[in-house]
C-alpha cells in the first residue's frame, strides 16, 4: 500500500479514539497456496468501508479470517481495542461481531418473525431460556423493530422458505442486526438482485444507525460506493490501493483491472 494512502487511513481515525477493527500483519496460507498476505488495515467505529477485487482476490478469506471461522497463519486482529485473534468465532459474535454470507444460511421452515426472534434470543442472556416469549418480551419488541428497519414487517408471518432470493438477502442482514451488533460484514448482500431489491438495500444500508459500522464485499461497484466512505481494493491476497470512493472509482490503475477502462 503506498505511503499516501497509509497516512489517509491514520489520519480518518486521528481524534476519533476508536478503532473498531485492526489488522496487523494477517496472513492465511491453505498448504502452498498464500490466500491473504500481510494485511494492514485500520477501521474506525461507524466506520462503512467496501472492500472490492475481482474473484479469487482473497476478500471472503479475508472476512472468515476476521471472524474466526478461519485462523490467522499469522498476524493479529483487534475488536474494539481487544485482541480477538485467537477467541473463537461465537465469542467474537458475542462481543458484537456479525456476517453475512455470500450463499443464505436460513432455517426455511421457520417464520421470518420466528427467525429474527431466535437470533435475537441467541445472543441474550436468556438464550437457555425454554420459557415461550410473553408480550412484553423484549427480544420479541427487537425483532418487530428489526423487521420494520429491514423492510420486512408485511411479511413477518411467512416462511422462510416462501421467501424470494431478494427478500431472503434482506432477513439475512436482520439475523445481522440481532441483539447489540458493534460492527457488520456483509458478503455480497447484492448478488441475485434485481434493479429494484438492489436501491432498496442501498436504502436499507445507509439507513443502519449511525454507531454501526461495517465492510461490505461487493461486485455490484454501484452499490459498493454507495454505502461507503473509504474502499480498499484488493489483489492476489494483498490490499494495493485505498482511497474514497471518487478515488478509486476515478484511478487509472483500478479502471484497468476493473472496470474494463471505464465506469459509467
Not at 95 to 114: A, H, K, M, N, P
Not at 175 to 195: H, M, Q, T, V, W
Not at 198 to 217: Q, T
Amino acid at each position: 500500500m503506498a505511503k499516501q494512502d497509509t497516512n489517509l487511513a491514520a489520519s480518518r481515525l486521528e481524534g476519533t479514539g476508536a478503532c473498531a477493527l485492526e489488522l496487523s500483519g494477517v496472513a492465511r496460507h491453505f498448504g502452498a497456496l498464500i490466500a491473504l498476505s500481510d494485511i494492514n488495515m485500520r477501521i474506525a467505529a461507524g466506520e462503512r468501508r467496501a472492500v472490492l477485487g475481482s474473484n479469487g482476490a482473497g476478500k471472503t478469506t479475508l472476512f472468515n479470517a476476521i471472524t474466526g471461522d478461519f485462523e490467522c497463519t499469522s498476524g493479529r486482529i483487534q475488536f474494539f481495542g481487544e485482541d480477538i485473534t485467537e477467541i473463537p468465532a461465537h465469542e467474537r459474535i458475542r462481543r458484537g461481531l456479525r456476517r453475512t454470507y455470500q450463499i443464505s444460511q436460513l432455517f426455511d421452515g421457520l417464520s421470518v418473525l420466528e427467525s429474527v426472534f431466535l437470533a435475537c434470543r441467541g445472543v441474550s442472556r436468556r438464550r437457555f431460556s425454554l420459557l415461550r416469549p410473553m408480550d412484553r418480551d423484549a427480544n420479541m419488541a427487537q425483532a418487530h423493530s428489526i423487521l420494520h428497519a429491514v423492510h420486512l414487517e408485511d411479511d413477518r408471518d411467512l416462511l422462510v422458505s416462501t421467501l424470494s432470493h431478494g427478500r431472503k438477502r434482506q432477513l439475512e442482514i436482520a439475523l445481522a442486526l440481532a441483539g447489540a451488533p458493534r460492527f457488520i460484514l456483509f458478503d455480497e448482500p447484492a448478488a441475485g438482485l434485481s434493479p429494484t431489491e438492489r436501491r432498496d438495500l442501498v436504502a436499507i444500508l445507509n439507513a443502519l444507525p449511525d454507531h454501526v459500522g461495517y465492510i461490505i464485499i461487493e461486485h455490484d461497484l454501484d452499490v459498493a460506493l454507495r454505502v461507503s466512505k473509504y474502499v480498499s481494493m484488493m489483489h492476489n491476497g494483498r490490499v494495493f490501493k485505498e482511497g474514497t470512493p471518487e478515488e478509486i472509482e476515478n484511478d487509472a490503475e483500478v479502471q484497468a483491472i476493473y472496470l474494463g477502462g471505464g465506469h459509467g
